[in-house]
């Protein structure tokens, strides 16, 4: 349906009239500057610019200029059906460690080593885009903590900025866990109790920010918000040079203990991705958190229209503005111009 924002500037209609009435018939001042070619221009006038027809059509004009500023100026805006928002869902906020450690190649798909970085953009991504009803947030962290993307339906949106992400988007040298933790509480704690959700995804230890990771979990306790952990990194890696094999644990700084201690006491679960199918176990596990009911909310799309009266009002102002010019003085002077110069030419003495 047609609705306009402002519908009382309709009240501005009438003014012309009302200049006209109290303002228009005002009594003239007799010229002060002397015009030699005054009877010439008069002629002029008199055959082109004060016909009838010609003074016609330019009120006309100017009539549907004002028109077409005063509906302009009211906003009018279509307003279409309303949508319904899924009733259904979670505040989901997605934690994920972009520092530098997940450039480890440790993560094995069909005799071939990945980066942990890799697999999880390939399965958080995935697992994003099927939230259907939730809405998703994603926090991005190394040494610092910053939102990517505040909480929004568009599942396809976050799950493409995961698939886009790059190491190095962050100072990568160090891992702010309490931050990330700390920045996702403060988004999510306006959000309704029973549907605040955290998965975090780190493959260290805190060593940077300027909240620790317990702090940041007893925060997220008092907002009643759920956080599951979730540790990256295999346990055994064999890594051969030219002394030979040596099998190392890339995931000796994993803190296990403080991750496991931050989900329980929040009510969620920590969890371990050693490998690409564990990772992908435990997102599909997640998959299954039961949705909340909230109240029905509706959305109406509106599509501004009020650049087209003003754009009618701009292609008419250039026609009464082509329709003014003195087409006829200018067409008076030029063939003067041309009679001269004919003139000149035939004379004697003009060759």
């Not at 959700?197 to 007893?218: E, K, S």
Request: charged share 20%; glycine share 6%.
């Amino acid at each position: 349906m047609l609705e306009f924002t402002w519908p009382w500037a309709l009240l501005a209609l009438p003014l012309p009239l009302l200049v006209y009435r109290f303002f228009g018939r005002a009594a003239r001042q007799d010229a002060a500057l002397y015009v030699p070619f005054f009877q010439r221009m008069s002629q002029l006038q008199t055959d082109s610019v004060r016909s009838d027809a010609n003074r016609l059509i330019k009120l006309l004009l100017l009539c549907l200029i004002w028109i077409a500023l005063v509906l302009a100026a009211t906003r009018p805006q279509w307003v279409g059906e309303p949508i319904e928002l899924p009733s259904t869902g979670r505040d989901l906020m997605l934690v994920v460690d972009i520092s530098g450690s997940m450039e480890a190649r440790d993560m094995v798909l069909n005799n071939a080593q990945l980066s942990r970085f890799e697999v999880m953009k390939a399965v958080v991504s995935d697992f994003a885009e099927r939230r259907e009803g939730d809405r998703l947030g994603l926090i991005l962290f190394a040494a610092h903590a910053y939102i990517q993307t505040p909480l929004t339906f568009d599942r396809s949106t976050v799950a493409k900025l995961i698939a886009e992400l790059e190491i190095g988007m962050i100072e990568e040298s160090a891992t702010a866990i309490g931050d990330a933790i700390g920045l996702g509480v403060k988004h999510l704690r306006e959000r309704p109790a029973d549907s605040r959700v955290m998965i975090m995804l780190t493959d260290g230890v805190n060593n940077a920010g300027a909240v620790t990771p317990l702090q940041a979990g007893q925060l997220a306790q008092t907002e009643n918000i759920k956080i599951y952990t979730i540790g990256m990194g295999a346990d055994n890696l064999v890594q051969r040079s030219f002394q030979g094999a040596r099998a190392i644990n890339p995931s000796a700084e994993l803190d296990e203990e403080n991750l496991t201690q931050i989900a329980e006491s929040t009510g969620g679960r920590y969890f371990r991705a050693r490998d690409v199918q564990d990772l992908i176990d435990i997102y599909a596990e997640l998959d299954t958190l039961e949705a909340i009911e909230q109240d029905q909310q509706t959305f109406r799309p509106i599509n501004v229209l009020f650049y087209w009266p003003l754009g009618l009002a701009v292609l008419l102002s250039f026609l009464l503005a082509i329709l003014s010019f003195p087409w006829a003085i200018l067409l008076s002077r030029s063939a003067a111009a041309s009679t001269a110069t004919n003139a000149g030419q035939t004379a004697p003495g003009g060759q």
